[in-house]
């Protein structure tokens, strides 16, 4: 059975920094790209950041992009994302979510985690 | 605002058909597939459809998916009252270079 399990969220000041992480289980995960998506809660979805099986290509939404890095440690079986320079419209559950096929970024997402929330203030 | 246009609502009663539109332009719904997900409250998003009419095994039937040019729909037939949710449409954007998402449109079961 594919598991993801986000950690890592919290309460952070404005301008601070936070490491999530997703521990990933019940499929081959050095197969497979991996994406956050966010979400405030009651709103809608908005894609973070996806990186590639082998960690060659990364893309970023451009709210993110400069402030936020994702990386992947495929011996662990886990995806991370670190998040600097934190604002207040960065808050909202993250989730990790598995791509749906292997060796390509797709950008179809399959299994998704249960999500860890993020609240930016001071 | 969204880059892609969905309605915030859509309505239906046990049985009906029902259909979801979702509205982009060419650097993302032209030009790329398209993909449907279910958010049931108080859960994870559900891949329900991808490349515009693709299923994920375990996904029934009744829900389908299609596309024309730069719009793209997804339809229940049969529909359930367990399947109140939130539907999102999503697709590639190659002017913004990132995943796009429609605002979402809540299914209410009457």
């Known amino acids: 059975e594919v598991q993801l399990v986000e950690s890592g969220g919290g309460l952070v000041e404005p301008g601070r920094s936070l490491r999530l992480s997703c521990a990933a289980s019940?499929?081959?995960?050095?197969?497979?790209?991996m994406h956050w998506v966010r979400q405030v809660p009651g709103k809608g979805l908005e894609w973070v950041s996806g990186?590639?099986?082998?960690?060659?290509?990364?893309a970023y939404a451009a709210s993110v992009k400069g402030r936020f890095t994702i990386s992947r440690d495929n011996a662990k079986n886990s995806l991370f994302l670190q998040m600097n320079r934190l604002r207040a419209e960065d808050m909202g559950l993250y989730y990790c979510?598995?791509?749906?096929?292997?060796?390509?970024?797709?950008?179809?997402?399959?299994?998704w985690g249960q999500g860890a929330l993020v609240t930016v203030s001071s | 605002q969204s880059v892609l246009t969905q309605p915030p609502s859509a309505s239906g009663t046990p049985g009906q058909r029902v259909t979801i539109s979702c509205s982009g332009s060419?650097?993302?719904?032209?030009?790329?597939?398209v993909s449907w997900y279910q958010q049931l409250p108080g859960t994870a998003p559900k891949l329900l459809i991808y490349?515009?009419?693709q299923r994920p095994s375990g996904v029934p039937d009744r829900f389908s998916g299609s596309k024309s040019g730069t719009s793209a729909s997804l339809a229940i037939s049969g529909l359930r009252s367990e399947e109140e949710a939130d539907y999102y449409c999503?697709?590639?954007?190659?002017?913004?270079?990132?995943?796009?998402f429609g605002g979402g449109t809540k299914l209410t079961v009457l």
């Open positions: 019940g499929f081959t995960f050095d197969e497979y790209a």
């Open positions: 999503a697709a590639w954007d190659d002017s913004l270079s990132a995943w796009v």
């Open positions: 979510a598995k791509d749906i096929d292997v060796g390509y970024i797709y950008g179809y997402f399959d299994y």
């Open positions: 490349r515009n009419d």
């Open positions: 060419t650097s993302n719904i032209g030009n790329n597939f």
């Open positions: 990186i590639s099986w082998n960690s060659v290509n990364k």
